[in-house]
């Protein structure tokens, strides 16, 4: 099992430019989700997923899109990208229904720049 | 709501001493509480978790936690430091009812002296 893979690890922007960041799974997992992680604040979520075809927003969800047509990916777009969104963004994945007593796995991150 | 409080941005200890890292939570429910881990330039890995169970829970290389739900705390402990220890702590609360959505602490920083 390669767990949860992420591409591309660094990537430099642009304002103004759009891109995608991939997030792929081996593991079967129903549940998906993609944070972002600030110096001094720990992780914050922007979009979480409990399975195909349905998708929720986290806590800072503006300026981000996702979909999930299968289990196993979990795209997150960034529409126009701004200086804000300079961050490490990392995708996780849990078993069944993700609910609070599951082990999240993450995977090895994306540091993103916004010029 | 839910919320988490790392005591402390950066512990340092030495090598072969105890570690001792904190963490206050705030929640309307039963908690489920985890500690993660990040070491430099990689993915979190999860050490233990609480979900009411036992209150003292024991993870992975030789960490353990202890729920104390009259002083809303989950500080994470280990009885002898290796420089391996050294990495990026993140204590995480969820409510067991609802969400989805896990909430992370500030982090506490572990430097590990030889």
């Known amino acids: 099992n390669a767990g949860v893979t992420q591409t591309p690890k660094f990537q430099v922007l642009k304002t103004g430019q759009s891109m995608t960041l991939q997030c792929a799974q081996d593991m079967n997992h129903e549940y998906m ?15 979480y997923s409990v399975g195909a075809g349905i998708t929720d927003q986290g806590e800072v969800p503006n300026g981000y899109n996702v979909s ?22 990392f995708c996780a994945s849990s078993p069944s229904s993700g609910k609070g007593w599951d082990e999240q796995f993450f995977g090895p991150g994306t540091r993103l720049t916004v010029l | 709501a839910q919320s ?19 963490c206050n939570y705030s929640s309307s429910y039963s908690p489920s509480l985890f500690w993660y881990v990040q070491h430099p330039n990689k993915g979190l890995q999860l050490l233990l978790k609480y979900t009411s169970a036992a209150t003292l829970v024991k993870g992975i290389n030789g960490f353990e936690a202890e729920f104390k739900k009259s002083e809303t705390s989950f500080h994470l402990t280990k009885p002898s430091a290796h420089m391996s220890d050294a990495a990026e702590y993140f204590c995480v609360v969820s409510d067991l009812d609802s969400s989805y959505k896990l909430i992370f602490g500030s982090g506490t920083r572990l430097l590990v002296r030889p």
């Open chain 2, 4 to 22: 988490v409080t790392q005591l402390d941005s950066h512990v340092s200890v030495s090598e072969g001493t105890p570690v001792l890292l904190r």
């Open chain 1, 33 to 47: 989700s993609w944070y972002r992680q600030d110096p001094g604040m720990g992780l914050r979520l922007i979009h």
């Open chain 1, 68 to 89: 999930r047509s299968t289990t196993e990916d979990f795209p997150l777009r960034l529409l126009s990208a701004a200086p804000s969104q300079t961050s490490v963004y």
